[in-house]
């Protein structure tokens, strides 16, 4: 039965259906999912700190014997471990939607870029999970090193796999049958109609920026998204951008940019690098990307190194902000630099903001957060080290906003019908 719950805005938020969120990390896109109407049947998440940070925002433990998740405002069901020692079987039929970040790591442009041989490679995994719940959707989220050309090869055999996860790799002689002969099973296994179009799936792909769908960041990523084939939406496609860098500069050209955050003459300039290979085009119908300056619009800056702002939960600055070649500040008035979480800790340039006076301090963590368009009241466990890389790690909620509630509404026909009675989805 759908149920409606009201929203932290006062909005009555219908249920859409339900969902189970796999590395799920500080919960970027389990919010976005949630604020989307899917109810979490499951959130599953290894790190202790953005374990703590679920927990105190919107998560309890799992308890496999407990009454949970009985509508959309519950609290999410979280199991704090390895995802290769979870059974999903439990949840077969009753998810609808499957979506996570899978680990960048191996694919990042910033890690050792080993890829398929990476230990750390969960997409085995994420495929399992389709294989024991069996859902209409699956929503993934991923680096845009997934794309570099040396990784290709192994990127059209996820995407083949996601197809037909049913077609298992297989094992011989006690070894794990190579991927590529794997992919090659999968490729003949494609060109035939299925006997079961439950076990197969619709898949698109498509390289994001963030900023084109309103995040206040450039953040390359790759979206994937599959629908069961038995469902008949193999015509869906990607929601089109809603913003863009043509119009942030009309409305910087034009003044109304400046107005609208009342900055002095002297300060009203972009840095010379966006500008320079940009011609301001007819308007495009598009609103224009949102700035570093929107982002914190509202928040002041920090009263001192290392102390908490009264009326904002991780807003104080530190000391020490420098920057140096290869590691430029942030300007205010372009969308941020991409949010990193490091190999080995946030990098220190990636977090400097320059005001308009030309000095330089470090974002807060709360910046940040709005960076990624985390509410105000989402709350990090750990120290700034720690909420940084779980920032670095997520997916922007509003980016992942986009990708929700495109897939429910696709889905909203169906599911209704289902719950419908005498109609079947």
Not at 184 to 196: F, G, I, N, S, V
Not at 215 to 229: C, E, M, T
Request: charged content about 30%; overall charge neutral.
């Amino acid at each position: 039965m759908t149920v409606d719950a009201i929203s932290a805005e006062g909005t009555q938020r219908p249920e859409v259906g339900t969902s189970i969120e796999l590395f799920t990390g500080g919960g970027g896109l389990a919010l976005a999912m949630h604020n989307a109407g899917f109810r979490h049947l499951l959130a599953v998440e290894m790190d202790r700190r953005a374990c703590g940070t679920l927990r105190h925002n919107k998560a309890e433990p799992f308890d496999p014997q407990g009454d949970q998740a009985k509508d959309l405002e519950s609290k999410w069901p979280l199991i704090e471990g390895d995802i290769r020692e979870v059974n999903f079987d439990r949840w077969a039929g009753e998810v609808d939607v499957v979506a996570g970040g899978v680990p960048c790591q191996p694919w990042s442009l910033g890690g050792a870029h080993k890829g398929y041989d990476d230990p750390r490679n969960l997409w085995p995994e994420f495929f399992r999970v389709i294989r024991e719940t069996r859902p209409r959707a699956i929503i993934a989220e991923n680096v845009k090193g997934l794309l570099r050309p040396s990784f290709k090869p192994y990127y059209d055999y996820i995407l083949n796999e996601l197809r037909a996860p049913f077609e298992q790799r297989g094992v011989r002689k006690g070894q794990k049958e190579d991927w590529r002969e794997h992919n090659a099973r999968l490729e003949k296994t494609l060109q035939r109609e299925p006997k079961d179009p439950t076990e197969r799936y619709h898949v698109k792909y498509l390289l994001v920026n963030a900023a084109d769908y309103g995040v206040p960041q450039i953040r390359w990523r790759v979206f994937v998204v599959a629908f069961r084939a038995d469902l008949g939406l193999e015509d869906w496609d990607f929601p089109a951008p809603t913003h863009s860098e043509n119009e942030l500069l009309r409305a910087q050209a034009d003044g109304s940019y400046w107005e609208e955050h009342q900055v002095p003459d002297k300060y009203r300039k972009i840095p010379l690098k966006r500008t320079l290979p940009l011609e301001i085009n007819a308007e495009n119908g598009l609103k224009r990307w949102r700035t570093l300056r929107d982002a914190i619009k509202g928040l002041g800056e920090p009263i001192g190194d290392k102390i908490e702002h009264p009326e904002h939960i991780h807003h104080y600055g530190g000391p020490g902000a420098r920057i140096y070649k290869g590691h430029t500040p942030n300007d205010l008035d372009v969308p941020a630099k991409t949010v990193k979480a490091g190999v080995h800790g946030v990098p220190g340039g990636e977090t400097v903001l320059r005001r308009s006076d030309g000095s330089i301090r470090y974002m807060t963590v709360r910046e940040v957060a709005r960076v990624m368009t985390f509410p105000d009241h989402w709350w990090f466990d750990g120290p700034r080290g720690e909420q940084m890389r779980q920032l670095g790690n997520a997916v922007p909620v509003k980016l992942g906003e986009v990708m929700a509630n495109s897939v429910a509404s696709a889905l909203r026909p169906q599911l209704a019908a289902q719950r419908s009675p005498g109609l079947t989805p």
